[in-house]
């Protein structure tokens, strides 16, 4: 097949393009008008695949891949799928996006990966596929393409907007958080001016100051001998996934937390929960045990496994743990946190 050649789409090659898309039963709407963005495999003029991109600020949606049915199995949709994320990263998109109801098994081995449909980017819902020219049924995946340039500060009371809009999706769409009802940015405001006067709360931002990932730490059990133990938590926004974000985050944490005099961090994970495992299995966690059957939502009963990192030596006469430098939560006219 070494006389197939990829091209960017012409004008005239719109025809085929309609017919392919036809015959895989593919949406059209507004397909012509990313012409510009289709690349095509031809053969002696003759259109045999195409693929196209709808370009959504720093966001791409991958449509339309389809190859003639008599050409298949020769490697053409493969080599259409790596052109277009190739021409998704010299676009400068952070992330790849599609939607497919036939092969959710594979654009995985191309680094894709599900998300729900809630964590797309707002800027992707203009796009036609989102808006119903795919059923519903059609699952979402995500490929990242550019790793944000990323730094780590503490996070403030001004952040809990942004920080709701990254845990409550994941709350309301799976069973990562046992948590029932997303909280909201009132009530994350609240949680973070609760942790910050004892514990850290830090977030990774990107060039443009968006929040695109937080953790923080929480006691590990309430009566006074546990002091020296903290449970962990990481959430990473969607299209920052598989960018080394999470790692930062627990690399900052855990540096505050040993400044401060902790010696043991836990983390419960509700299984399955691939990302998370190696997340945390990256950063020194290692599996302690399993609750098993302890938490039940959206129709079924999960596992829970917990994970222990060892942050310092235990010390043989630990002094009490130190709380954060950080400014105290802003104060409304009656005195209490905002």
């Known amino acids: 097949m070494n006389d197939i050649n990829l091209a960017p789409a012409k004008a005239d ?45 720093a966001h791409a949606l991958l449509r339309s891949l389809s190859v003639a049915p008599a050409m298949q199995g020769y490697g053409i949709g493969t080599r259409l799928l790596r052109a277009a994320i190739e021409r998704a990263r010299a676009l400068n998109m952070r992330a790849l996006y599609l939607l497919t109801v036939s092969a959710p098994d594979y654009f995985p081995r191309f680094g894709f990966r599900r998300i ?27 490929l990242p393409l550019k790793a944000a340039a990323i730094r780590i500060r503490p996070a403030s009371l001004d952040d809990a907007a942004a920080v709701a809009a990254i845990y409550d ?12 009802e997303p909280p909201g940015p009132l ?25 695109c990932g937080y953790v923080y730490a929480s006691p590990h059990r309430e009566r006074a001998a546990y002091q020296w ?25 855990f540096d505050a ?26 950063m020194g966690f290692t599996e302690i045990g399993v609750y098993r059957n302890v938490g039940y939502k959206m129709g079924a009963w999960h596992d829970v496994g917990w994970w222990q990192k060892c942050l310092q030596t235990p ?3 630990p002094a009490m743990p130190a709380r954060p430098l950080t400014a105290a939560p802003r104060a409304n006219a009656e005195g209490a946190p905002y």
Request: hydrophobic share 45%.
């Open 116 to 142: 729900p449909h809630a964590a797309a980017p707002l800027a992707l819902h203009a796009s036609p596929e989102l808006q119903g020219a795919c059923p519903a049924s059609a699952i979402l995946m995500t």
């Open 187 to 211: 009530e994350m405001r609240n949680r973070i001016a609760r942790t910050l006067p004892k514990l850290p709360w830090l977030l990774a931002v990107d060039e443009n100051d968006t929040v």
């Open 257 to 282: 937390l040993i400044e401060l005099g902790y010696v043991q961090a836990f983390a419960g994970i509700a299984l399955p929960n691939a990302a998370s495992v190696g997340l945390h299995t990256s």
């Open 169 to 180: 999706p994941i709350v309301a769409h799976t069973a990562t958080s046992f948590e029932l």
């Open 13 to 57: 090659d719109w025809p085929a393009i309609a017919q392919l898309l036809e015959t895989h039963r593919q949406p059209l709407a507004g397909a012509q008008a990313q012409l510009p963005n289709f690349i095509v495999a031809h053969r002696d003029g003759a259109v045999l695949g195409c693929v196209g991109l709808e370009i959504h600020g």
């Open 315 to 317: 010390p043989e006469h």
């Open 229 to 253: 133990s903290v449970d962990t938590s990481a959430y990473i926004c969607t299209d920052a996934r598989g960018q080394g974000v999470g790692q930062r985050l627990y690399t900052a944490l």
